[in-house]
């Protein structure tokens, strides 16, 4: 699987239309930037200034194949600069742990834990890049507004076109205007396929704890480490 796109099985983390009010300029962006530019640039300091995150997320993968998408949730956490954890509740319970360039994942079902290298290309384009800040929007896509069918209020709605062709043809963004920080993220792949993020209950400059980012696993669990080639039996 790519390291933070697969669908299947370990499927890993990456109406009403809100138009801004005439006007208005968000804090601290520069007069000459269109509505777009200026909300992913605040969505960009935001996102910097962030030490730890808190979230409910709900993830939906839209497939070609079937009319109904596969509905998951569960709870998120980060710790800048480089820690995450994913831990899926519904309808299957797997965690998902990025940790120093390293993803790993856990599926309780199936008694395995899988290591894997995340790429430099997946950090820069995925749901992973944007949410640990290492993407400058505006050097790395095309920004435009977007609006699209949501039930929220005082959101800015922003579509990103990649300069560089690569997995997604596009990426839409929902971003609080109170916080600046992401509400949604939709990922459309060329293919048709898109994924869907949606964050609530988001919590900022909480303490986490640092158990929350390490990974024990039963004796006897399948282990299968990418990141040096060898498959082992619990730890």
């Given at each position: 699987?790519?390291?933070?796109?697969?669908?299947?099985?370990?499927?890993?983390?990456?109406?009403?239309?809100?138009?801004?009010?005439?006007?208005?300029?968000?804090?601290?962006?520069?007069?000459?930037?269109?509505?777009?530019?200026?909300?992913?640039?605040?969505?960009?300091?935001?996102?910097?200034?962030?030490?730890?995150?808190?979230?409910?997320?709900?993830?939906?993968?839209?497939?070609?194949?079937?009319?109904?998408?596969?509905?998951?949730?569960?709870?998120?956490?980060?710790?800048?600069?480089?820690?995450?954890?994913?831990t899926y509740k519904d309808p299957q319970e797997k965690v998902f742990l990025y940790k120093e360039g390293v993803l790993e994942m856990y599926l309780p079902e199936e008694n395995q834990l899988t290591r894997s290298p995340v790429s430099k290309e997946a950090l820069e384009t995925d749901i992973f890049g944007i949410l640990l800040g290492t993407i400058s929007f505006l050097e790395a896509y095309v920004v435009e507004s977007n609006p699209f069918p949501t039930e929220a209020t005082r959101v800015r709605q922003v579509r990103l076109t990649p300069k560089i062709e690569g997995e997604f043809s596009h990426i839409l963004l929902e971003i609080d205007e109170t916080t600046w920080l992401l509400r949604r993220a939709i990922f459309l792949e060329?293919?048709?396929?898109?994924?869907?993020?949606?964050?609530?209950?988001?919590?900022?400059?909480?303490?986490?704890?640092?158990?929350?980012?390490?990974?024990?696993?039963?004796?006897?669990?399948?282990i299968i480490d990418d990141t040096d080639g060898g498959i082992r039996q619990g730890r």
């Open positions: 699987m790519a390291a933070v796109t697969a669908l299947e099985g370990g499927t890993s983390p990456a109406g009403i239309r809100c138009n801004p009010r005439e006007g208005q300029t968000p804090a601290g962006t520069v007069p000459s930037a269109s509505a777009a530019e200026a909300a992913v640039a605040n969505l960009e300091r935001a996102l910097k200034a962030v030490t730890t995150l808190e979230a409910r997320f709900e993830q939906l993968h839209y497939s070609m194949a079937v009319s109904e998408p596969l509905r998951e949730n569960g709870d998120l956490f980060l710790q800048k600069p480089d820690r995450m954890r994913w060329w293919a048709g396929n898109k994924r869907e993020f949606i964050f609530s209950r988001v919590r900022t400059g909480g303490r986490i704890p640092a158990s929350t980012f390490t990974l024990k696993v039963p004796p006897g669990t399948e």
